[in-house]
């Protein structure tokens, strides 16, 4: 009788072990199948975000492949800079596309657009109600300021606004009367026609006002005429000063992006690429331009040729 019971508590015994040990397996199969399903899940998803990727690049890839083609601006001087940078910018994102840019001032630059003869027509200024009445679009991709510069030797450092309307209006001749030395003062413009002359003219309400020594045709020729002439004064673009001059404060502020940015700075214009038409009637090529310069690359672009983007 007693070995009976041993003999039944060791087949009981064994069958707790034995259930035990499948309960073991099942709870390794398990796992090891959650463990396979989400191994899965994450190579599906990883193959879903390569396939979107390269699906992203390959949109891209034709896209830049797809442009084939030239693309023509014209006008101001004072945006060869910007002009420049951003063809050859845009031209190495996009190799099947030329930009031919011609720097021939902003009146021309707007008469070119309005008769067919450019996609684009560049103009340092704001555009004028007759010239919108034909249909030309302003397009502001960059703000401006205009530097007033003298010969590197004049010990002037300042002007106000009112000195400074004396002296191109006529009724100031002398740097003598302005804190400088007993010498007459070369007055330097641009010519008719230029952006920068129309700006500066309006911004100080001088339009037909101005009494200049000398008219020239470009940013780089009144440049080089004030550094060479001694008592001379000129006004250029901002982004092309360098030390052959001298740049005066106006109101005892530099001109600076930062001054211009918060308003202390009084003598500020747009850079306008302008269309016949809205951007959205132009081209692909055009319309990818306008994409690119109004990027994130392409503000980068407008302040590292010293100049503010529009927006």
């Not at 413009?189 to 045709?217: M, V």
Request: net charge negative; proline share 3%.
């Amino acid at each position: 009788m007693k070995k009976n019971l041993i003999k039944i508590l060791a087949a009981a015994g064994m069958a707790v072990l034995t259930m035990g040990a499948l309960a073991g397996c099942g709870n390794s199969t398990t796992e090891t199948t959650a463990a396979g399903t989400k191994a899965a899940e994450t190579t599906a998803g990883t193959t879903q975000t390569t396939t979107t990727t390269a699906a992203a690049a390959t949109t891209t890839a034709k896209a830049t492949a797809d442009l084939k083609g030239s693309i023509s601006m014209v006008g101001s001087t004072s945006m060869e800079k910007l002009a420049t940078a951003l063809s050859e910018v845009f031209m190495e994102k996009y190799p099947g596309v030329t930009v031919q840019a011609e720097f021939v001032g902003s009146g021309a630059g707007i008469e070119a657009v309005t008769n067919g003869a450019a996609d684009i027509g560049n103009a340092s200024r704001n555009l004028k109600d007759e010239e919108k009445s034909k249909g030309i679009v302003e397009n502001i991709v960059a703000i401006d300021g205009i530097a007033v510069v003298t010969d590197p030797s004049n010990k002037v450092e300042n002007l106000t606004k009112d000195q400074l309307i004396a002296i191109y209006n006529g009724t100031t001749t002398s740097w003598k009367d302005l804190g400088g030395a007993d010498q007459p003062i070369v007055v330097i413009g641009r010519e008719s026609g230029s952006g920068t002359r129309s700006a500066f003219e309006e911004l100080l309400k001088l339009e037909d006002k101005c009494k200049y020594s000398n008219e020239l045709d470009s940013t780089g020729a009144v440049m080089a005429k004030v550094a060479s002439t001694p008592g001379s004064i000129g006004y250029v673009s901002l982004d092309v000063l360098d030390k052959t001059v001298k740049t005066l404060k106006l109101e005892n502020t530099d001109p600076t992006p930062e001054n211009i940015k918060a308003g202390s700075y009084f003598l500020s214009r747009p850079f306008v690429m302008a269309t016949k038409g809205d951007i959205s009637k132009q081209n692909d090529n055009v319309k990818a331009l306008f994409d690119y310069i109004h990027s994130d690359e392409g503000k980068e672009l407008v302040k590292s040729v010293g100049l503010i983007p529009a927006n």
